[in-house]
């Protein structure tokens, strides 16, 4: 509240977010009082952060990367006046994400303060039990990270040391840590109140150092009286009370807005350029995702790539970002640590200074230290703010198994996924929907999950030559959200009542097409391309048709994407349907096994897909 009404807010804006008012200036009543979003000509751009436990560390330090970038590259904020401010309290420097978020400021001597409030409480956990040290002695240990103590209750040491400290980075474009000691006089929230858990002589201790008390003998001796103190505090109280009146009586936010700005809306809505040129080179799906992100970067100066292994050494894991890093230089492609908390949470900052980052998380199997950040940060973000920070991210994982890949390089995730509402999730094929779909999603100003079968990649797993195509045009885009009928069932069957449809994506499309050679005519293949969003119409138009469905995937299949689209289709067809429909996935297993006997006893395949459709053709 006081850093809001220090940037020029007034107490009746912050009253309206206070209880939950349609005209709440940073989320229309959607999110917690002292939760701001907030973008104004005149004012500090704030984004959109979840509750300040730590987590909005990493997008601050996003931001902060993503205007060293764009300034080093002379895109914008070249006045070098362009910081950001990162507000935490003490408790949450224990968590492990502002580890991983200092020590790449550190590293890339980014432009930030974080400043740290500590009043030695973390609701009811003391100091004491909670941390080995404060957050100054802490910043030590990060080479490369300044650091700044102050008297937090005291107004004038305060004004100076955040003024140094804003001078000091402003001019050297490096981070510091500014560490507060500050009292705790009031309740966390009215739910937690402060004499619940809190001494007598804690609340007197703490009442000491009381910033009114300490700042008033400064005004005295700035030459105003006591009666002047007097009158301006009446006319604050009366003021507060006013306006919380006419917040209190401030309308309501329309129910018919409650499903805006999931999404920000695509400028991509319609497949464009040539999905199959004449004289075209077929290419395989990893090579299609590396045109795409070349001819993206060459086009685009403010996107960038990084992620664990991309850099130019060894262009990724599965050779997908093969020389790019010689192309377009360190400054855009490049290796992180080990940090995929940050990679994916750092991409909610970036996107806030107007980069646009294309970053790798190396197995799905490695995703999940930064599901908080996905599901925290960038996927409530466009919702919670009203609209005003959608996230612009396209966050590509390798997913899948074959080969032996054993249980921490093999698993698929997209259920999980699929869980997070506000993100998109991808799931192609083929190279040329990999090329289409790829481009489309970094034009989507939202956040999009890519997942990419790594036994595509290369088309090296038997019966995946399909995956192989001629690659698209420099132009062709192919909007999120749009099935694909693979393979067509003849009329002759349709029309018998002889044949089904394979509802599936991914490695799921190839296992279809190779058991569908043995009842030729019978089968219909979808892709469904996209699993966020989904195009339930074709999937209901497709099963409507052929009045028999399978759907398929890789996942383990109870409690999965698979199956629960499986249960859509029989409430909404059911009248359509001539057999129950089947699911077809994996063996339900915590992890896939590391021996390929194992593994192909775990996974779906041709031959156990060819079975069901034989089964589902005779009943």
Not at 476 to 494: H, R
Request: charged share 20%; proline share 5%; net charge negative.
């Amino acid at each position: 509240d006081a850093m809001l009404l220090g940037i020029g807010m007034r107490p009746y804006e912050l009253m309206l977010q206070l209880l939950a008012k349609k005209d709440d200036p940073f989320s229309g009543g959607r999110t917690y009082y002292n939760h701001p979003s907030f973008r104004k000509e005149g004012f500090p751009t704030i984004p959109h952060q979840s509750s300040a436990t730590g987590m909005q560390v990493i997008p601050a330090t996003g931001a902060a990367q993503g205007i060293a970038y764009l300034q080093s590259q002379k895109l914008d904020f070249t006045d070098n006046d362009a910081i950001v401010l990162c507000s935490l309290g003490d408790g949450s420097v224990t968590e492990g994400e502002v580890s991983e978020a200092f020590q790449f400021a550190a590293l890339k001597q980014l432009p930030i303060i974080y400043l740290v409030q500590d009043n030695e409480w973390g609701i009811s956990v003391t100091s004491a039990e909670a941390r080995s040290m404060d957050a100054y002695e802490y910043a030590a240990g990060f080479k490369g990270l300044h650091r700044k103590q102050v008297d937090g209750s005291d107004f004038v040491k305060s004004y100076h040391a955040i003024t140094e400290a804003y001078e000091f980075v402003r001019k050297n474009r490096v981070p510091l840590l500014l560490h507060a000691s500050v009292p705790l006089l009031g309740h966390h929230t009215s739910g937690v109140r402060k004499e619940w858990y809190r001494t007598d002589e804690d609340l007197a201790k703490h009442a000491e150092t009381d910033p009114i008390s300490i700042l008033t003998p400064y005004m005295m001796q700035a030459g105003f009286t006591p009666n002047e103190l007097e009158e301006w505090n009446q006319e604050i109280e009366t003021e507060i009370r006013t306006d919380f009146e006419k917040a209190h009586n401030a309308d309501e936010p329309d129910i018919a807005s409650l499903t805006a700005h999931i999404f920000a809306p695509t400028p991509i809505t319609e497949e464009k350029g040539e999905r199959c040129p004449k004289g075209g080179n077929t290419v395989v799906m990893v090579d299609a995702a590396l045109f795409a992100v070349e001819e993206i970067m060459r086009e685009d100066p403010k996107a960038l790539l990084y992620g664990q292994d991309v850099g130019k050494r060894l262009g990724g894991v599965f050779r997908e970002a093969a020389t790019l890093g010689d192309k377009f230089g360190d400054a855009r492609v490049f290796n992180t640590a080990i940090q995929e908390a940050y990679i994916i949470g750092s991409t909610a900052g970036m996107s806030a200074t107007g980069c646009k980052p294309i970053v790798e998380i190396q197995f799905a199997d490695y995703i999940w230290p930064g599901i908080n950040q996905l599901a925290t940060e960038l996927a409530k973000s466009c919702f919670l703010s009203n609209g005003q920070f959608p996230v612009q991210s396209l966050i590509r994982v390798p997913i899948g198994a074959y080969g032996g890949g054993g249980p921490y390089h093999s698993g698929s995730v997209e259920t999980s996924l699929l869980g997070i509402k506000g993100i998109k999730v991808v799931y192609p094929s083929n190279a040329a929907d990999m090329k289409g779909l790829l481009k489309a999603a970094f034009y989507d100003p939202n956040p999009v999950v890519m997942l990419e079968h790594k036994g595509l990649y290369w088309s090296k797993v038997p019966g995946t030559d399909a995956a192989k195509t001629v690659e698209p045009s420099e132009d062709y885009v192919l909007p999120l959200g749009k099935a694909n009928v693979f393979l067509e069932a003849s009329e002759e069957m349709l029309e018998n009542g002889e044949s089904l449809v394979v509802i599936t994506y991914g490695m799921g499309v190839h296992w279809a097409l190779n058991a569908a050679k043995k009842f030729e005519g019978k089968i219909e293949v979808l892709d469904l391309r996209t699993l966020n969003p989904l195009d339930i119409d074709s999937v209901y138009a497709s099963v409507k048709k052929h009045n028999k469905a399978i759907v398929l995937t890789e996942e383990t299949i109870d409690n999965s994407f698979g199956q629960s689209l499986a249960g859509r289709i029989s409430e909404h067809c059911f009248q359509f349907l001539d057999a129950p429909v089947r699911c077809i996935g994996a063996v339900n297993l915590p992890a896939v096994p590391l021996n390929l006997k194992l593994e192909r006893a775990m996974l779906p395949n041709a031959e156990k897909v060819a079975v069901v459709m034989g089964e589902l053709l005779d009943y």
